[in-house]
């Protein structure tokens, strides 16, 4: 009987771990565009039109400021934009037309100037893509 006890409390204390692991685990920021270009320029822009983009390549964002407020996975890292969240999620769940994202490319890597909260309730979401303005930056 002490056994069973005790492996119950084992495997509680096992969840328990992993758990607060999970939220004490530092993630890595939101990567920038600017370490993308990491001294190289802009050579030339180009407007591509609005496309399905896959999530899998959002890479980051555009705005240098925004990078501490999602994590590398697009995750919310603070409280000021909790309720932004929540409404692109509202949305989302009553199947409401969220308009296109606007994303700038490097090479095959895609970066957020506008709609970071999409993506992340796109990611919750495991969707696999979304809707987007492409600027095309070629680097010199």
């Not at 964002?61 to 890292?77: G, I, K, P, V, W």
Request: charge should be positive.
């Amino acid at each position: 009987m002490f056994a069973a006890v005790s492996n119950n409390t084992q495997k509680s204390t096992s969840w328990v771990s992993k758990v607060v692991s999970r939220f004490a685990q530092k993630t890595a920021p939101l990567p920038t565009l600017s370490q993308a270009m990491a001294g190289r320029s802009i050579a030339d822009s180009k407007y591509q039109g609005i496309r399905q983009i896959p999530l899998s390549q959002i890479k980051g964002t555009a705005s240098d400021c925004r990078s501490h407020d999602f994590d590398e996975n697009f995750r919310m890292t603070n409280k000021h934009n909790r309720s932004r969240l929540d409404g692109v999620r509202q949305a989302r769940q009553q199947l409401a037309s969220l308009p296109p994202i606007s994303l700038v490319a490097v090479g095959n890597d895609y970066y957020v100037q506008d709609g970071h909260h999409r993506v992340s309730v796109f990611n919750e979401c495991e969707q696999d893509s979304i809707t987007a303005h492409v600027t095309v930056l070629k680097l010199s």
